[in-house]
T-cell receptor, first 112, second 116 residues
Framework: GQQLNQSPQSMFIQEGEDVSMNCTSS?????WLWYKQDPGEGPVLLIA?????ELTSNGRLTAQFGITRKDSFLNISASIPSDVGIYFC????????????FGKGITLSVRP | GAVVSQHPSRVICKSGTSVKIECRSL??????MFWYRQFPKQSLMLMAT?????????EQGVEKDKFLINHASLTLSTLTVTSAHPEDSSFYIC????????????FGPGTRLTVL
């Protein structure tokens, strides 16, 4: 089946630093989504990308839909302690009824 | 807006018993609801998709007779884990979406199931 690759599994940064996370796939997706999950909670949508090459921002977060439609990245600028959590990328196939495929997630730790 | 609740948030049961988890869309009508399972330090794995008033579509490898899904109304879906065993212990998360828009899924807070 389709797989999304996120690595490394964990990232440790200092408060105030910027961080970039990448997500790659062996197959094409038509929609890319980035979610954040806090411990014991459900995922919360951060950014949705619908078009190859699209660059979208949400506050300190910026995400881009790769031109090949096989990758996406998420940037967090000027990190703060509440950025701590697990960041998942998800891809959606052709067709609005297609299911989402999630990456394994990256656990972000921010040192004050 | 777009709030999804789950009940209970945490449940512990004995092996062999059945457990029902409720998923409610509080401020919108979820024509489609999704059930996911997440093991520790793992990603979300889709178990099944259900549209209101019709039978759920299960993903490959998910036993439909073990994980009973009912989506009787536009605001409520239930997942019943029948004859639960320790290997069913997991974090179960539901999400609600509008028909035809699975990219816009609103996730519930999850239910932690522990089977002793």
């Amino acid at each position: 089946g389709q797989q999304l690759n996120q690595s490394p599994q964990s990232m440790f940064i200092q408060e105030g630093e910027d961080v970039s996370m990448n997500c790659t796939s062996s197959s094409i997706f038509n929609t890319w989504l980035w979610y954040k999950q806090d411990p014991g909670e459900g995922p919360v949508l951060l950014i949705a990308l619908y078009k190859a090459g699209e660059l979208t921002s949400n506050g300190r977060l910026t995400a881009q839909f790769g031109i090949t439609r096989k990758d996406s990245f998420l940037n967090i600028s000027a990190s703060i302690p509440s950025d701590v959590g697990i960041y998942f990328c998800a891809g959606q196939d052709t067709g609005a009824n297609s299911k989402l495929t999630f990456g394994k997630g990256i656990t972000l730790s921010v040192r004050p | 807006g777009a709030v999804v609740s789950q009940h209970p948030s945490r449940v512990i049961c004995k092996s062999g018993t059945s457990v029902k988890i409720e998923c409610r869309s509080l401020d919108f009508q979820a024509t489609t609801m999704f059930w996911y399972r997440q093991f520790p330090k793992q990603s979300l794995m889709l178990m099944a998709t259900s549209n209101e008033g019709s039978k759920a579509t299960y993903e490959q490898g998910v036993e439909k007779d073990k994980f009973l899904i009912n989506h009787a109304s536009l605001t409520l879906s239930t997942l019943t884990v029948t004859s639960a065993h320790p290997e069913d212990s997991s974090f179960y998360i539901c999400s609600g979406g509008l028909r035809g828009r699975t990219d816009t899924q609103y996730f519930g807070p999850g239910t932690r199931l522990t089977v002793l």
